[in-house]
C-alpha cells in the first residue's frame, strides 16, 4: 500500500510517489532511498586547476627574474671588466698603480656619475620586493633605451641600423611590466602608469645629466690621472 503523492513546490509539481515507511518492532525497517549528489570529483579538479595555475605562474616568475637578473649579472661583470682595464691602462700610461677604491672612483666620473650609479641602484631594487626596488629596475632600462636613442648612436654612429639596439632595453622594460613579474614587487595594474612615469621621469633627468656633462665636462684618461694622482 502506498500513500498520496507529496507536492514538491520547487519542482512546479508532484513527485514520485513514495513508498510508505515500514516499522517494525526493532525500530525502522526501511527508509526511502533518495539520489545523492558527490561534489568531490569537481572540487578536486578544481583545486588541480588550481594548483597548475599556481605552479605556471610560479615558473614563469621565475623565468622572468632570471632573464633580469642575468642581465643585471651581465651589466656588472663588464663593470668591473671595465675598472680592471681601467686600472691597467693608467698603470701601462702613467706607471702608477693606483688603488681599486680610487679607481672606481674615476670610473663613475667616466659614466658621467649615471650608468654606474644607476646600475647598483638596480642591483640594491632586484632584493626589494617593492614598489621602489620595481621602480629602481625599471629606471635601468628606460635610461638605457634614452641613452641609446639620445646619446650613443646620435654622436658614435648615426647609423639607422644601430638604433635597433634599443629593442634590447625596451624589451627588458616590457618584461619588467609583466604582471608575471611586477606581482612581487606588489605593483598592481592600477598603480602601473603611475610607477612607470615615476621611472621614466628619473630615466629622463639622468639622460640630461649625462648629455650635458658629456658635451661640457668630457673627461679622458690623461683628465681622469689629473683628478686622481
Not at 210 to 226: M, P, Q, R
Amino acid at each position: 500500500m502506498v500513500t498520496r503523492g507529496i507536492k514538491h513546490w520547487g519542482l512546479g509539481g508532484y513527485a514520485n510517489i513514495l513508498p510508505r515507511i515500514k516499522f517494525g518492532i526493532t525500530g525502522q525497517v526501511s527508509s526511502p532511498q533518495f539520489p545523492t549528489i558527490s561534489y568531490r570529483r569537481t572540487l578536486v579538479f578544481i583545486k588541480l586547476l588550481n594548483s597548475n595555475f599556481m605552479d605556471k605562474t610560479k615558473f614563469t616568475e621565475l623565468i622572468l627574474r632570471l632573464i633580469i637578473g642575468l642581465t643585471l649579472l651581465i651589466l656588472l661583470t663588464v663593470a668591473i671588466i671595465e675598472i680592471v682595464c681601467l686600472k691597467n691602462d693608467l698603470f701601462n700610461r702613467f706607471n702608477i698603480d693606483f688603488n681599486i677604491i680610487k679607481v672606481f672612483i674615476g670610473y663613475v666620473q667616466l659614466t658621467y656619475y649615471t650608468s654606474s650609479v644607476l646600475l647598483l641602484l638596480a642591483v640594491i631594487g632586484f632584493y626589494i620586493k617593492n614598489r621602489v626596488g620595481w621602480i629602481l629596475l625599471n629606471t635601468l632600462f628606460l635610461y638605457k633605451t634614452l641613452d641609446i636613442l639620445f646619446i650613443r648612436i646620435p654622436y658614435y654612429s648615426g647609423n639607422l641600423i644601430d638604433y635597433s639596439a634599443i629593442l634590447i632595453p625596451i624589451c627588458l622594460v616590457l618584461i619588467i611590466n609583466l604582471k608575471a613579474f611586477r606581482i612581487k614587487y606588489l605593483i598592481q595594474t592600477d598603480k602601473l602608469i603611475s610607477a612607470n612615469l615615476v621611472a621614466l621621469f628619473i630615466g629622463t633627468i639622468f639622460t640630461l645629466i649625462k648629455g650635458y656633462l658629456f658635451l661640457n665636462h668630457s673627461l679622458s684618461i690623461t683628465d681622469l690621472f689629473e683628478k686622481l694622482k
